[in-house]
C-alpha cells in the first residue's frame, strides 16, 4: 500500500513533507513542503480531473486526503 508520501514523490516531490507543520494567519495548517505543495496541487487536479471524466464528485476524496496530510502531525 502507498502512503500520501510516496505518491507525491512519484509526482515529482523529493521531500513532500515539512518537520513541522506551519500554522497560517488563518489558522489553516501547511504540512508540505513547496515541492510537496506542488505535487499535492498535481495530484489535485489529477483526481478532478478523473471527477470530470467519470462525471463523480470527488470533494469527499481531496477532503479525506487533507484530513492525512494534517495527520501526519
Not at 506551519?22 to 498535481?42: H, L
Request: charged share 30%; glycine share 6%; proline share 3%.
Amino acid at each position: 500500500m502507498q502512503t500520501l508520501e510516496d505518491i507525491l514523490r512519484e509526482l515529482g516531490s523529493t521531500k513532500p513533507f515539512l518537520n513541522e507543520v506551519i500554522i497560517n494567519e488563518d489558522g489553516t495548517r501547511e504540512p508540505f513542503t513547496k515541492s510537496g505543495n506542488k505535487a499535492y496541487s498535481k495530484l489535485i487536479e489529477i483526481i478532478y480531473a478523473v471527477g470530470d471524466l467519470t462525471n463523480r464528485d470527488m470533494n469527499d476524496i481531496v477532503e479525506e486526503l487533507d484530513d492525512i496530510a494534517n495527520q501526519r502531525f
